[in-house]
């Protein structure tokens, strides 16, 4: 298990790393000179080419681009982000803000669409041709299908304009005022899960069901073992790696979900921080969030990898 | 209960052998949720391509006078801010989707299945490189790499279809190497090398076939993800331009009108959601029929 570990941190890490130069590179390939754009915000007019330069050596922006990749990733290591053109700010300030809110929205949903999906695939797969199993199968084929921000608009429109029972934009920290905020993050969770719960919910279901035929399943039951304890013990730990690699999967779609949800609602996360940087061409901070969700996304795989050769010892050894 | 059932299936093993085609068809066409999918993309097809027929006005034919109309008998579904026509619209933007749907596709699939057919063929420093670099593509969430991409590109339809088409390539290389690894030591692969074939003559000839039942499924229901993503790029506004038509900057530009006219933005979202459903019920009979076993892994 040691050297399985070993081997999967270096993979993650070279990936990683894979991710930073390739942002770096598109980046660097976007057209327009970064400084213009400082000049034009701050109405440096007539700079004289000699100003030009000295700022283009505040920026770093003479070196060659490895030079620049490396000071950028060192100071990334420090903590350094870089400067926010746009906002005039340090680009690791403006992250700080922002990456609790995109986390915190993204773990409630994650554990939602965990819990909920598995559950409604393991009752649908036991419970296989009953009515229920209709609605969850046929509610699932269109969670997958729904546009998730587009489904924040109709949960805006009914509870929060229609009936009122929701607020209909912002975040409230949790420390702050526990109650606002939870209410105010019903629709966004609720929005960023759906996609995930039904997708979850088809993989256990269909997972599920192609263990229950098998042998040791059989012998389970005529051993005379409770529908618990056949469930809980042959079926589920088995049935359950295919979905863990699939809820592994889902981290990328949960933040690309939020860039868009976080739009919908109006929350200052990062993913709103990213539509908005982009916009502005503020590109110091749109390549430190694209690294910022790689490394949380590989992070992501690399426990999946792990979990996945502890339920299924053939892995580690493959 | 398990007993009738595996006599069953045993005696569906003996029975004399119907044809590849039969028994593709009497899987594929036994869900009614899947024809539902199929008459959903066949109805996709008509409507772009009629659309100068079917749709009762142009539109991009601006008319103040008409702004914000209520749904009627003249506007089915209403005008928006600058009095065009609601369902005009979303019939003319059922080409937008079905076209990036097929390029975006296309050029995930091509480029994706070439990377992972080399990888998986050569392996070695080949297969590293490659599916490592397909790692860190997909290590970066879809629609903020699709959103850089495009703006990087500069927006505008084409781009979008190309950002969308290379935010799914790497789901195609991941597939299609895991097949090749598979497929290349079984025995007729190896019996073509034996007798001398050239790489290309195996890989093409052999393996590639032998490699599409999971990618076929795959590029069905990878229809739904690129129309979906293209729709969220249009929502954000960077994808296709104004004057266009596109059901995600339908719903953007509805949004504003919400209280009022809800069916602005509540239409396209619908039409999406239809179309998506659709390519995802047909992917799923496709993967029933073309190989069961595939069930759990798409």
Redesign the interface.
Known sequence: MGTYILRRLIEALIVVIIVSVLIFVIMRLLPGDPLTLYINRNQLDNLSPEQMQALRVQFGLDKSLPVQYGSWMLGMLHGDFGHSISYDLPVGQLILERFPVTLYLGILAFIVSSILGILAGLICALRRGGTLDAIVTSVANFGISVPNFWLGILVIYLFGLALGWLPTQGFTSPFEDFWLSTKQLIGPVFCLSVFPIAGNSRQTRSSILEIVRQDYVRTAWSKGLSERTIVIKHVLKNGLIPVITLIGIQVRFLFSGSVLIETVFNIPGMGRLLVSSIFAQDYQVVQSICVILGILVVLANLAVDISYGWFDPRVRYG | M?EAKDIAVEFTDIAPRVSEFRRFSNVFFSRK?VIVGLVIILGLIIVAIFAPLLAPYKPDTINMEQSLLQPSGEHLLGTDTLGRDTLSRLIYGSRISLMVGIIAVGIAASIGMTLGLIAGYFGGMTFVVIM??M???????????A???A??L?GGLKNVMIAVGIALMPMYARLMCGQVLSIRENDYVVAGRAIGAKSVRILFGHILPNCLPPLIVQMTMMM?TAI?TE??LS????GIEPPSAAW?SM?TDG?RY??TN?VL??A??VA???V??GF??VGDGLRDALDPRL???L
């Open positions: 398990s949720i490592r670099l790692d860190a593509i997909m290590a970066i969430p879809m629609i903020a790499l959103l850089v991409i703006a990087f500069g739904g979906l729709a969220s929502f954000l506004g960077i995600g719903i949004y919400l209280l809800p933005s509540f396209p979202g999406i959601m239809l998506v459903y995802n019920m069930r759990g892994m």
